[in-house]
């Protein structure tokens, strides 16, 4: 959850109806526990907004309440404390998802989300590396892995993996060691809404990930005998240390720090710069719609637009 959520308990008689919606976001939707934790807290806060129903035995959100008016109010408030036009839009969506579920449970007469238009999300891509930082970040984590120790074998497999493949940080944790054919180069990963895909990956990764199996075994622990990435306890491996690892990575190699998710975009503005089609990258990317691929074109546009100024003599 971002650092902007104002922090509120639901209502002692909202609870009941949040368990319910959080079962179906797991259950129907497919969603992750990071992303039912937001849903729930956009939820609570939207319920708070309203006010208490009269006669209840315990303090519960009004939901007959709940229409067009409330959720504009609602998300106008949000913008009034400075929320970014991208996490309103996503806040819209949750709200969405909120009261098409209510409806289509009984819980509420009419959708009121369906009138409900949210507004257009920021453009701006996160950064990303250029071709040579990202060598010297993948440069860096092969020499440091010289040393033998199987905790650096892994931070350079974990990168030229994340690096070659574009996959989330998420999917990269959830990787089990069946998942992977070396042969082939080529990892299944199982992404947004539980749906699984196939994504190649490069010799240099390949070669990395060879090394780290090797070493794999000095980590594994009987609790966690699939997980392809280990932690220093032999447990699956977790988001958190791989954002250390990859804060670490970018520091040493002297380049812009980066999350794991900048090496996602990175690996995108690459392929597209190099001649890849769209739609070949939402493939790779796993997102749903073509339309959340084409973020990055603007990227490797503004990078020919530069490269044309700085050559073309009549730029």
Not at 152 to 161: F, G, I, M, S, T
Not at 195 to 212: N, S, T, Y
Not at 238 to 246: I, L, M, N, S
Request: no cysteine; net charge positive; hydrophobic share 40%.
């Amino acid at each position: 959850m971002t650092s902007t959520r104002v922090a509120q308990r639901p209502r002692p008689g909202d609870e009941e109806l949040l368990h319910a919606y959080a079962g179906y976001l797991e259950a129907q939707r497919g969603m992750s526990a990071h992303t039912v934790r937001a849903y729930l807290g956009d939820a609570t806060q939207l319920l708070r907004s309203l006010p208490v129903r009269a006669g209840a035995a315990v303090e519960t959100s009004d939901l007959d309440r709940l229409d067009l008016t409330t959720l504009r109010a609602w998300l106008a408030d949000q913008a009034r404390r400075g929320l970014s036009r991208s996490t309103l839009a996503r806040r819209s969506a949750s709200a969405r998802t909120f009261t098409a579920w209510a409806h289509r449970t009984g819980r509420l007469p009419t959708d009121p989300g369906l009138r409900l238009l949210a507004p257009r999300p920021d453009t701006v891509v996160p950064a990303t590396l250029a071709v040579d930082e990202a060598a010297a970040v993948l440069d860096v984590a092969r020499t440091r892995a010289d040393d033998g120790d199987p905790a650096h074998l892994r931070d350079w497999a974990a990168l030229e993996l994340l690096y070659a493949s574009g996959v989330r940080v998420s999917e990269l944790v959830g990787v089990d060691v069946d998942d992977l054919d070396l042969d082939q180069r080529l990892v299944r990963v199982l992404g947004k809404g539980g749906k699984e895909r196939m994504v190649p990956f490069g010799v240099p990764a390949a070669r990395a990930l060879r090394e780290w199996l090797t070493a794999r075994p000095r980590l594994v622990v009987p609790t966690s005998p699939h997980a392809l990435f280990l932690g220093a306890r032999g447990g699956r491996w977790d988001v958190r240390q791989v954002r250390a690892v990859v804060h670490e990575l970018t520091a040493l190699a002297g380049v812009r720090d980066l999350a794991p998710h900048g090496l996602r975009h990175t690996a995108a503005t690459h392929l597209l710069d190099g001649g890849s089609d769209l739609r070949s990258v939402q493939e790779v990317l796993g997102h749903a719609s073509l339309a959340t691929t084409q973020r990055y074109t603007h990227i490797s546009s503004e990078r020919l637009r530069a490269a044309f100024r700085q050559a073309h003599p009549r730029a």
